[in-house]
C-alpha cells in the first residue's frame, strides 16, 4: 500500500503501514541527509496522524454506527499503539545521531523523553486503554434524558438549567444526571480495568505510580506534582472565598435559604437566560462576524473551517458529549466539534475552540509536525485567552447581543472563570488521589475520596440528600477517562489568559500582536518561553493568583453596577 495521503490509508490494517515505517528505520542518516529523512518522517506522521483523527471524528459524530466504530476501534487500539512504538524507535535513531539545530530544541527534548519511558510490554496495555475509552464513549455517547414524554440528548436540556422556573430547572438537573448515576457501576467497572493498566504502565517504565508517568509522558518539563498541590492550596485560599462570595450573592438574589446545584444555571441579571442564537449556522455566521472585527487574519481563519465543512456543532442523537477541535496535520487544517444547544455557552465553546483553531493554522508554518503540536498548557492559553479577548465584540451589529446583554454575558463568563479554577483544583486534586493514595482500585473508595475533595472547592451549594448526583459528576468528567491527568492545563492557562486580558484592556494592538506571535511559534521553545512570547507568566502560588482574581472579581462588581 502506498502511504501518500490520509484517504490512502483509510482502510489500511498495521501490516499495511508498518512497511513505511520500517524504511525510515532502515534508511541511513547523517547530518548531510537528517533533514530530509526527518521531513520524510513528519509526512508520514502527517498522513497517519490524520487517518486516524478522521476515524475518531467520524465515530464521535456518530457513536451508533458500527462501522464507524470499526474504524475508528481499528485505528486507535490496532494502528495507534504500534505506530508510537514505530515512532520511539524512530526517535531513537535520530537522538543516536547527536545532532539537532536552532528550533529542535524541544523537539529533540520530547523525543529522548519518549525513549525513555517507551516499554515495549506496554503496547498492548495502551491498546486496552484505548479500547476502553472506546467503551466509555459509546456508553456515555447513548445516554438520552426522558423529557415531557420524549429521550432528549443530554446537551439539549441545557437551556431547562437555565429556566427561570426553579421546579423546571431541578427537573432538568435530575434528568441530565440520572444516566450517570444509573450508569456509575459500569463507569466504575471501566475506570477499574483503566486504573489496573495506568498503573501497570507507570510499573512498566519504573514509576512509582501513573502521576509520576503522566507528568514525564506529557512532557511536563517546567512544572511538578508539588507545583500542582500548591496550586490546589492556592485556589483553596485565593478563589473559593470569591466564589463563596457568588454564592451567596446569588442566593440572595434568587431569593433561597439553600443554594441548590440546579439554581447555578440561572441567569440573575434578565427575566430570561441569554438565547443568543437559534441554529448552528447562525452560532457559525454571528461568531465569523466577531472574528472579522477582531483580526481579519483569523476570520479568514474560520471562513476557511465554514467553507470545508471542518465545523460539526449541533447536539443530536448519539453525538459523543463534549467538545474538542482536533488539527488534521496532513491537510494543515484543524476541526471543531461540539453539542450546540442554543445557550451563552455555546458562544463560549465555539470562541474557545477556534482559539485552538487558530493556533493550528498559526504553527501550521513550522516545517515538521512537532513543531507544531504545543504542550496542552500552552493549547489552552490559546484558547481561553480568545474567549476573553472576543467577549468586548459580543455587542458588535451583526454578532449575538443586545449591550447590556453582552455586559450580563461578560460578567457571567468571568463568574465562570473563577468557578472553573475551582473544579479545575478538584478535578486534578481527585486525580493525584486516585494514583497515589493506595486507595484509587477502590470504587468506593473513589467516591467517597471526590466527595471529599469537591467540598473542599465547592462550598456554600447545598448538596444535602444528592450524594449519588454529586459523585456523578466526576464520571461526567470525561477527561478523566480519555485523558487521564489532562486538567490541570485548563487552570495554568486560564491564569495566563487573565494576564492576556489585562493586557489587552491596556494595549489592544499590542496585546493581540503578541498573542499572534505565540500561536505561530508553535511547539519551538519551553512552556515558560512561550507564555512570555504572549505576555504572561506560570501562576501556581497565592501571591501571583491573589492580584489576578482581585482584577476579576473587581470587573465583575464593575459590570453588576452597569445592570
Known amino acids: 500500500m502506498q502511504v501518500t495521503s490520509p484517504a490512502s490509508i483509510a482502510g489500511a490494517t498495521w501490516a499495511d503501514l508498518e512497511p513505511a515505517f520500517d524504511e525510515l528505520l532502515s534508511r541511513p542518516i547523517d547530518p548531510a541527509s537528517v533533514e530530509t529523512w526527518l521531513a520524510d518522517w513528519s509526512r508520514l506522521e502527517e498522513v497517519v496522524t490524520e487517518a486516524i483523527s478522521s476515524a475518531m471524528i467520524a465515530y464521535t459524530c456518530n457513536t451508533g454506527d458500527p462501522e464507524r466504530e470499526a474504524a475508528h476501534r481499528r485505528f486507535s487500539i490496532e494502528i495507534a499503539p504500534k505506530a508510537e512504538e514505530k515512532s520511539v524507535k524512530l526517535a531513537e535513531k535520530f537522538a543516536r545521531l547527536g545532532w539537532t539545530r536552532p528550533g529542535l530544541e524541544q523537539v529533540t527534548a520530547r523525543f529522548r523523553r519518549a525513549i525513555e519511558i517507551f516499554r515495549e510490554a506496554s503496547v498492548a496495555l495502551t491498546a486496552e486503554l484505548e479500547e476502553a475509552g472506546t467503551e466509555y464513549q459509546r456508553v456515555t455517547g447513548s445516554f438520552m434524558a426522558e423529557w415531557e414524554g420524549e429521550k432528549k440528548p443530554l446537551p439539549q436540556l441545557g437551556p431547562f438549567l437555565q429556566s427561570p422556573d426553579r421546579s423546571i430547572r431541578e427537573r432538568a438537573f435530575r434528568a441530565t444526571i440520572a444516566p450517570y448515576v444509573d450508569a456509575r457501576d459500569a463507569l466504575a467497572g471501566i475506570f477499574d480495568r483503566q486504573y489496573r493498566l495506568r498503573q501497570q504502565v507507570a510499573a512498566n517504565a519504573g514509576f512509582a505510580d501513573y502521576q509520576a508517568y503522566a507528568f514525564a509522558s506529557k512532557c511536563r518539563f517546567d512544572y511538578t506534582p508539588a507545583d500542582c498541590a500548591r496550586f490546589h492550596q492556592a485556589v483553596e485560599s485565593a478563589v473559593v472565598p470569591v466564589v463563596e462570595r457568588m454564592h451567596r450573592y446569588r442566593a440572595e438574589r434568587l431569593g433561597v435559604d439553600r443554594l441548590r446545584p440546579w439554581d ?107 513543531q507544531r503540536h504545543p504542550t496542552a498548557e500552552s493549547a489552552e492559553l490559546a484558547s481561553m485567552s480568545m474567549e476573553l479577548l472576543a467577549a468586548p465584540l459580543l455587542d458588535l451589529p451583526g454578532a449575538f447581543l443586545s449591550r447590556r446583554d453582552a455586559a450580563i454575558a461578560r460578567l457571567e463568563h468571568l463568574e465562570d472563570v473563577l468557578l472553573t479554577l475551582c473544579h479545575v483544583a478538584s478535578i486534578d486534586a481527585l486525580q493525584s488521589w486516585i494514583y497515589t493514595s493506595g486507595k484509587g482500585h477502590d470504587a468506593v473508595a473513589r467516591d467517597r475520596g471526590w466527595l471529599d475533595i469537591r467540598a473542599r472547592f465547592e462550598r456554600v451549594v447545598d448538596w444535602e440528600g444528592l450524594d449519588r448526583e454529586r459523585v456523578a459528576r466526576w464520571y461526567r468528567q470525561l477527561h478523566i477517562f480519555l485523558y487521564p491527568f489532562y486538567y490541570i492545563e485548563y487552570g495554568i492557562a486560564q491564569l495566563g489568559a487573565l494576564q492576556v486580558w489585562l493586557n489587552y484592556r491596556r494595549d489592544p494592538a499590542g496585546a493581540l500582536e503578541a498573542y499572534r506571535r505565540f500561536l505561530a511559534r508553535g511547539a519551538t521553545a519551553s512552556l515558560p518561553d512561550l507564555y512570555r512570547e504572549a505576555g504572561a507568566v506560570l501562576v501556581f502560588d497565592q501571591d501571583r493568583m491573589v492580584p489576578l482574581v482581585v482584577a476579576v472579581e473587581e470587573e465583575i462588581s464593575r459590570l453588576r453596577g452597569l445592570l
Open 264 to 370: 447555578l444555571g440561572v441567569t440573575l441579571y434578565r427575566d430570561q437566560p441569554i438565547r443568543p442564537f437559534r441554529t448552528a449556522e447562525e452560532l457559525t455566521r454571528k461568531v465569523h462576524a466577531m472574528f472579522e472585527h477582531l483580526d481579519p487574519v483569523l476570520a479568514g481563519q474560520f471562513q476557511v473551517m465554514m467553507d470545508e465543512g471542518l465545523l460539526d456543532l449541533e447536539s443530536r442523537k448519539n453525538k459523543a458529549p463534549g467538545g474538542y477541535c482536533d488539527t488534521l496535520h496532513y491537510r494543515g487544517r484543524p476541526f471543531i466539534f461540539m453539542n450546540a444547544a442554543g445557550v451563552m455557552d455555546d458562544v463560549q465553546t465555539l470562541l474557545h475552540e477556534a482559539g485552538h483553531a487558530f493556533h493550528a493554522f498559526s504553527s501550521d508554518r513550522q516545517a515538521l509536525i512537532w
